[in-house]
Structures are given as structure tokens and as C-alpha cells.
């Protein structure tokens, strides 16, 4: 039962390049969260989908960042043109979510971008 | 404005001695809370969790207690291990169906175990 995987875990881009981080949830999980960890700081919610559906976009930055979880493969978070300050650790999420059961949200291991 | 705080950045402890770290969080609409450790370049782990309607509950060397009118929790770990130094992240949720587990953070406090 393989978990949350993120791939690829490090990218180097210079500015103004594309960045595509990719995220295959676990195995029964149709809900797909992406974060955000900026150096020592917590994580930031950027967005919740499920297949095909953006619910909840919330924390994502108005231009450049756009993300998909399409009805097969992966879940993508793009970010277009790429700046130093997008440097920072961007985790992927998934859950299974039962309205009476509460579940956990289980995490990738992450995708380390830097911006040269 | 941060709804999720942990003061504490960090803690030292030493081995077998209780570690306790402690969230505040401002939002009224949080009904569950959680727990994760996180090791340098991994994602966060899950460790325990608590709804809202409980004020205690434990696993193993874990406890997690909720104060709903003070809207506190803290998570205990005894007797604290080496292999417990990591960065803890206390997270909530507010379960309305549009949010889903949408979860918002602490910043984090990093924990020491000496042995």
C-alpha cells in the first residue's frame, strides 16, 4: 500500500521558468491537498481538489499558480515564471473522508524547488 | 492572523522525562485537531488527533488535551525518546463538508531529546 507520492522530492529552476510538481495520492484517497513551507515556518494550505473539481483555492496566489487533479494520473501544481520568493517546500496531501469518521490527511515527502 | 499558534519554537528535554508542547488556536469553527512530527526533508507524519467532543486522548506515549473553552491543546509525550527530536506541527480543521480536511498549522516547535 504504497502512501502519497510526490515527485520530483528536489527542482531547480531559474526565474521565470515553469515548475510542475507532480502527486499520486494514496491508493482509495480521491481528496488532494496542496501546502506550502516557506523556510521555518509552518505549512500554508494552497488548495483542495478532488477528481476533476478545484474545491477550495483558497491559499493559492492569484496569478502564476495553478493546480489540476485530473480523472487519471497525477494531481499537478504549476507555478509559471517562477520568482526566488517561490523557493520553499511544497508538500501534497490525501485523504479519504467519511462525513461520520474523521480521517487523517496523510503527507508525500515533498517537493524542495529552488529558484536560481 | 494566525488561527493555529505554538509559542514555544522549541524544547529541550531529556530522556524519559515528559515532553509537553502546547497549540492555541482562535477560530471557534474548529471541531478536530491534530498532531504531526515532521524529520528534516520528509513530509509530516501523522500522530494523534482529537474531535473536538472528547478532551482527552491518548496513544501509547501520547496524549493530546483539549480545552475548548481556553481553545488549548497540548500533546504529551512520556517518557520522551532520541528518536521523539523532531519538529511538531499541531494542526485544525474545521469539518464543513466544502472544506474537506483542509487543515491550518502551527508554525511548529522543534523538539530536543537529550539522552
Known amino acids: 500500500n504504497a502512501g502519497v507520492m510526490q515527485n520530483p522530492r528536489h527542482l531547480v529552476r531559474r526565474r521565470g521558468q515553469e515548475a510542475r510538481l507532480r502527486c499520486s495520492p494514496m491508493?482509495?484517497?480521491?481528496?488532494v491537498y496542496w501546502y506550502r513551507q516557506l523556510p521555518e515556518e509552518g505549512l500554508k494550505f494552497m488548495v483542495y481538489l478532488q477528481k476533476e473539481n478545484i474545491i477550495d483555492e483558497s491559499g493559492m496566489p492569484k496569478e502564476r499558480f495553478s493546480a489540476e487533479f485530473p480523472k487519471e494520473g497525477p494531481s499537478i501544481l504549476r507555478i509559471q515564471q517562477v520568482v526566488r520568493g517561490d523557493s520553499a517546500a511544497y508538500f501534497c496531501?490525501?485523504?479519504?473522508?467519511?462525513?461520520?469518521?474523521?480521517?487523517?490527511?496523510?503527507f508525500g515527502q515533498g517537493t524542495r524547488l529552488t529558484v536560481v | 492572523d494566525q488561527q493555529v499558534k505554538q509559542n514555544s519554537p522549541s524544547l529541550s528535554v531529556q530522556e524519559g522525562r515528559i515532553s509537553i508542547l502546547n497549540c492555541d488556536y482562535t477560530?471557534?469553527?474548529?471541531?478536530?485537531f491534530l498532531w504531526y512530527k515532521k524529520y528534516p526533508a520528509e513530509g509530516p507524519t501523522f500522530l494523534i488527533s482529537?474531535?473536538?467532543?472528547?478532551d482527552k486522548n491518548e496513544d501509547g506515549r501520547f496524549t493530546v488535551f483539549l480545552n475548548k473553552s481556553a481553545k488549548h491543546l497540548s500533546l504529551h509525550i512520556v517518557p520522551s525518546q532520541p528518536g521523539d527530536s523532531a519538529v511538531y506541527f499541531c494542526a485544525a480543521s474545521a469539518r464543513i463538508k466544502a472544506a474537506g480536511n483542509k487543515l491550518t498549522f502551527g508554525g511548529g516547535t522543534r523538539v530536543l531529546v537529550k539522552p
Open positions: 477560530n471557534s469553527m474548529f471541531d478536530y
Open positions: 491508493k482509495g484517497h480521491s481528496h
Open positions: 482529537i474531535s473536538s467532543i472528547k
Open positions: 496531501a490525501s485523504s479519504r473522508m467519511h462525513p461520520l469518521d474523521p480521517t487523517e490527511a496523510f
